[in-house]
């Protein structure tokens, strides 16, 4: 397997990015794994995406990261709290996909429990969202989550996204995922309500 360290990728998708309070770092499995790791083997986190921390080890969000590392059109960033010189881990965002065809680019967010309902998943999502337009007016952001997370939707909207569709979601015994519906959304540069 290709060190994700290797790849030569586009700019975008290896840049780090600012906000008011956060910066988005490309993602290091040195430096973050540990900690998405934690992040995931909380309940808070995993219950509202029907995964079952127990069953998430670190193999398998490492393979998913190098995986999805190694793909020319996707990557992750890990979320930091600036705070002088000493930043705070606060979570995950990254790019599934970006379908040059379809102009299709989806998108995933996971902010640690201890700082929900503070605006910091607002403010990620919304920075990612800004980059990706700037590149591209026309692109179609999309993010995927089950009925039953409450909150992402509540994000969703609050950013611009609307409902396109659902979708079924088949069970994952081996992550402990329960499966369930997954609500389609999308959002365009003129529906778009960044993070202020």
């Given at each position: 397997m290709?060190?994700p360290a290797?790849?030569?990728?586009?700019p975008?998708?290896?840049?780090?990015?600012?906000?008011?309070r956060?910066?988005?770092?490309?993602?290091?499995e040195?430096?973050d794994?540990?900690?998405?790791?934690?992040?995931?083997?909380?309940?808070?986190?995993?219950?509202?995406?029907g995964?079952?921390?127990?069953?998430f080890?670190?193999?398998?969000?490492?393979?998913?990261?190098?995986?999805?590392m190694?793909?020319?059109?996707a990557?992750?960033?890990t979320?930091?709290?600036?705070?002088?010189?000493?930043?705070?881990?606060?979570?995950?965002v990254?790019?599934v996909?970006?379908?040059?065809?379809?102009h299709v680019?989806?998108?995933?967010?996971?902010?640690?429990?201890?700082?929900?309902?503070?605006?910091?998943?607002?403010?990620?999502?919304?920075?990612?969202?800004?980059r990706?337009?700037?590149?591209?007016?026309?692109?179609?952001?999309?993010?995927?989550?089950?009925?039953?997370?409450?909150?992402?939707?509540?994000?969703?909207?609050?950013?611009?996204?609307r409902e396109?569709g659902?979708?079924?979601?088949?069970?994952?015994p081996?992550?402990?995922?329960v499966g369930?519906?997954?609500?389609?959304?999308?959002c365009?540069?003129?529906?778009?309500?960044?993070y202020k």
């Amino acid at each position: 397997m290709t060190d994700p360290a290797q790849i030569s990728k586009d700019p975008f998708f290896t840049s780090g990015y600012e906000g008011k309070r956060i910066i988005l770092i490309p993602y290091s499995e040195d430096r973050d794994l540990v900690h998405i790791h934690a992040m995931f083997q909380d309940p808070r986190t995993t219950g509202p995406l029907g995964i079952d921390s127990k069953k998430f080890p670190i193999d398998k969000i490492r393979d998913q990261k190098r995986e999805r590392m190694e793909a020319p059109d996707a990557s992750d960033w890990t979320i930091f709290i600036k705070k002088g010189g000493d930043e705070k881990f606060a979570g995950e965002v990254g790019l599934v996909n970006w379908d040059y065809e379809t102009h299709v680019v989806e998108i995933f967010a996971a902010i640690s429990p201890d700082l929900s309902g503070k605006g910091y998943g607002r403010e990620t999502v919304s920075i990612l969202m800004e980059r990706i337009f700037a590149r591209s007016m026309i692109a179609i952001v999309r993010v995927q989550t089950l009925t039953t997370n409450k909150a992402a939707l509540k994000l969703s909207y609050a950013l611009g996204f609307r409902e396109t569709g659902r979708r079924a979601v088949s069970p994952d015994p081996e992550i402990g995922f329960v499966g369930g519906i997954a609500v389609v959304m999308d959002c365009l540069f003129y529906e778009f309500r960044p993070y202020k």
